[in-house]
């Protein structure tokens, strides 16, 4: 059995910083992919960051330039860290990551979510 673990949301005023982390724990092989993805109220579900096992980078560019997805593969964990954050950045952030399990399938796997709430 594989989990997914975030932890670091909360709320910030406009400007303010905040980073993320979600590990990955159980049953793991490899982990490839990992990712962010973020939905707002009454929005479908997007995608914020990823990073690949080799650490390439791609963000959407409504984060460009404010975010910086990093990994650290020893402990199947990666961050997002949210800088010059906006009101439009309120979501629940999930994880997201493809994970070869002792079952020797390729799964994609997700955290339960964390709340970021941005406002004066």
């Known amino acids: 059995q594989v989990q997914l673990v975030e932890s670091g949301g909360g709320s910030v005023q406009p400007g303010g910083s905040l980073r993320l982390s979600c590990a990955a724990s159980?049953?793991?092989?490899?982990?490839?992919?990992m990712g962010w993805y973020r939905q707002a109220p009454g929005k479908q579900r997007e995608l914020v960051a990823t990073?690949?096992?080799?650490?390439?980078?791609d963000y959407a560019d409504s984060v460009k330039g404010r975010f910086t997805i990093s990994r650290d593969s020893a402990k199947n964990t990666v961050y997002l860290q949210m800088n010059s954050l906006k009101p439009e950045d309120t979501a629940v952030y999930y994880c997201?990551?493809?994970?070869?399990?002792?079952?020797?399938?390729?799964?994609?796997?997700w955290g339960q979510g964390t709340q970021v709430t941005v406002s004066s």
């Open positions: 159980g049953s793991i092989l490899s982990v490839n992919d």
């Open positions: 997201n990551a493809r994970i070869l399990s002792r079952n020797w399938r390729w799964d994609d796997y």
């Open positions: 990073i690949t096992s080799g650490e390439i980078t």
